[in-house]
């Protein structure tokens, strides 16, 4: 190691004289070098592009993972300079678990068919939102770092040089003025009748002296004069190369708007598809549940109905009441039931809230809205999926799942 001992002692005395500059304009003790308006300017825009560039990266990061182990551990393996492993996305995993779900519970039942087909559709969400975090994080998120960890760190180690030669010009200018001022009162004439020849001949040669020291002084603040100037227009022009990284950010702006509007497109044309095949199948599903619970549910012969039944019923007229079945007309339907001829029974109302909308299939059903309040209660024989529902004087059969029952 080659150990400079004259170096060390001269970087050493400039950080002294810097600090001492530094300290002395801080307390108000030494003048200070301006830049000119301009050239604050562009610091300040400079600043504000740094801060607000952190700020969305940050946070753009955060939306394409909110997961803040998971963004860690990105990080660390960035800075490792490895390979980010592959990561399920939430929709994936769901997918997969609605899979396992529908062969447990038999892919050939409606359960399970339809488990299939929204996992599928959550597949297919999931690998859109992997796409889509690829497309950011290349097109988006890489120009915004590159900037932070390279023209940013650029531009802060010359605005650093730039403050330490702003510094050894301004200690170079306190220097020449106490040389001036030491020689002006060296130079003053001595009075020869209170003052000895020895004493004037000392003067002489001090003022010759500080006369030196005032040359030297000179010399180095037009050196350090000629440093300042070349830094500063080093600064100003990557300063001023911020707009070009305006610009480049306003391109991979739209680029990340692009991508995300392809992503929620895709996803909204997927849940279209899942829409119209859940529509399809819907009828298919239904009609098999009414028919069957029809099947079980009818009223046994007169001869066969056990007395007890009648005791534990509220005392209405028995109406056997069945489900819109699909093929079957609704004349059918409102031959064997018409609720306005219903009557409550005296005790088993219930107060019920709506929970979602429900657009009534036939006059035999009741149109809901949701958050209001409605009477609700069962006939004999009735679909345990449905209940009779009053609203003021409209009656009618309405689902139990879109509804809460309060009391």
């Not at 062969?103 to 999931?126: A, C, H, M, S, W």
């Not at 040089?161 to 301004?170: E, M, P």
């Not at 399809?280 to 079980?296: D, H, Y």
Request: aromatic share 8%; hydrophobic share 35%.
């Amino acid at each position: 190691m080659d150990f400079n001992v004259k170096k060390l002692a001269s970087d050493a005395g400039v950080f002294f004289s810097r600090a001492m500059q530094f300290t002395e304009e801080k307390l108000g003790q030494a003048e200070k070098t301006e830049l000119d308006a301009h050239f604050e300017n562009l610091l300040a825009r400079a600043d504000c592009t740094k801060n607000w560039t952190e700020k969305i990266l940050r946070q753009t990061e955060v939306l394409l993972q909110p997961n803040p182990s998971a963004r860690v551990e990105e990080f660390l393996y960035e800075k490792l300079d490895r390979k980010v492993p592959s990561r399920v996305t939430n929709g994936e995993l769901l997918a997969q678990y609605m899979t396992e779900a529908a062969n447990d519970f038999g892919p050939g039942t409606p359960y399970g068919k339809t488990l299939i087909k929204v996992g599928e559709t959550q597949r297919r969400l999931g690998a859109a939102e992997r796409d889509f975090i690829h497309s950011a994080s290349i097109n988006f998120l890489t120009p915004l770092r590159n900037f932070l960890e390279g023209d940013w760190r650029t531009i802060s180690k010359e605005r650093r040089i730039l403050q330490n030669r702003r510094l050894d010009l301004d200690a170079c200018k306190a220097r020449l003025k106490k040389a001036k001022a030491a020689e002006a009162k060296a130079a003053a004439v001595p009075d020869f009748q209170e003052t000895r020849p020895r004493n004037y001949i000392l003067s002489a040669s001090a003022s010759a002296l500080w006369s030196d020291e005032v040359e030297k002084a000179e010399h180095e603040l037009r050196l350090t004069q000629t440093e300042f100037d070349r830094q500063a227009e080093v600064t100003r022009l990557l300063l001023e190369g911020i707009s070009s990284t305006h610009v480049n950010h306003l391109r991979c702006l739209h680029e990340f708007v692009e991508s995300q509007t392809n992503y929620y497109a895709q996803c909204y044309q997927y849940m279209l598809d899942l829409q119209k095949q859940l529509g399809s199948s819907k009828g298919e599903i239904f009609s098999g549940t009414f028919v069957g619970n029809a099947e079980s549910t009818s009223p046994p012969p007169a001869a066969a109905s056990p007395p007890a039944v009648a005791a534990t019923l509220p005392a209405v007229p028995t109406i056997p009441v069945v489900p819109t079945i699909v093929g079957v007309p609704n004349s059918v339907a409102e031959s064997v039931l018409n609720p306005n001829e219903v009557k409550p029974p005296a005790s088993g109302t219930r107060k019920a809230r709506v929970l979602y909308d429900y657009e009534a299939a036939d006059s035999t059903e009741l149109a809901l809205l949701a958050d209001e309040m409605i009477t609700v209660y069962s006939l004999p024989g009735m679909d345990p999926d449905w209940l009779i529902g009053e609203r003021g004087n409209q009656k009618g059969k309405v689902p139990v799942t879109y509804l809460e029952l309060l009391s």
